[in-house]
């Protein structure tokens, strides 16, 4: 069982359409972020989330930090193909160590 | 971009063979770190280190050995490959003391026949 909960596991969507992804756990975070990876390459960070009910937009992509600090949200709106990728939650975890969700690999069909 | 390389990038090996993996960064970060990717598993922390010979284990340790004698590189070894370890490697360092944002090198994928 994982820490981060991410849901869902995969998801293809059309061009122009709209979609959140979750991140969930049971635990309470001091902070959580949101990493994109493509194919071949390393995840990079999109957001970093730290207070409860927090939402930072970028760009398209919306970053909602749950009230209780135990969730996070990932919306995007009018998905393009450039946004497929695998997105990843993560959160720290005794003192310098960062535990991942799962991912949520999305693709974006044109 | 935060100046990571690993090498090699791309490694068969047989299972049995040591095997070498090298984290390589350029602005003297403190915090290094190497997790491995699995399908289903997202990232799973194998081990980090803190400074120069201060290592530690993650969640993953098991048949993994690090060592770190500069601050530049970041060794892991797989003592006696075995095919479970078949994998993609990533090294990820952390900024100053903002340890839970961490910058990924682009990965070794690793296979074990």
């Known amino acids: 069982t994982q820490l981060l909960e991410q849901s869902p596991q995969f998801l293809s969507i059309q061009e122009g359409e709209n979609l959140t992804v979750y991140c969930n756990s049971s635990?309470?975070?001091?902070?959580l972020q949101w990493y994109r990876q493509e194919p071949g390459e390393g995840p990079v960070l999109l957001v970093t989330?730290?207070?409860?009910?927090e939402v930072k937009k970028l760009k398209r992509l919306t970053f909602q930090f749950g009230d209780a600090r135990k969730d996070s949200s990932l919306h995007i709106t009018a998905a393009q193909p450039g946004d497929t990728g695998l997105y990843l939650c993560?959160?720290?975890?005794?003192?310098?160590?960062?535990?991942f969700g799962a991912g949520t690999i999305l693709r974006v069909k044109s | 971009d935060a100046g990571i390389t690993q090498s090699p990038r791309h490694k068969v090996t047989e299972t049995g063979t040591p095997v070498t993996l090298r984290c390589h960064q350029t602005e003297n970060h403190r915090y290094m770190y190497w997790y491995r990717q699995d399908p289903g598993h997202g990232l799973r922390l194998i081990h980090y280190?803190?400074?120069?010979?201060?290592?530690d284990k993650g969640e993953v340790s098991d048949g993994y050995s690090v060592s770190r004698s500069k601050t530049e590189d970041f060794l892991l070894t797989l003592e006696s490959a075995t095919s479970s370890q078949t994998s993609v490697y990533f090294c990820?360092?952390?900024?100053?003391?903002?340890?839970?944002?961490?910058?990924f090198g682009p990965g070794t994928r690793l296979t074990v026949l």
């Open positions: 989330v730290v207070t409860g009910g």
């Open positions: 635990s309470v975070f001091s902070s």
């Open positions: 993560a959160g720290p975890r005794y003192g310098n160590k960062l535990v």
């Open positions: 990820a360092i952390s900024v100053g003391t903002v340890t839970d944002t961490q910058y």
């Open positions: 280190s803190y400074g120069v010979k201060d290592t």
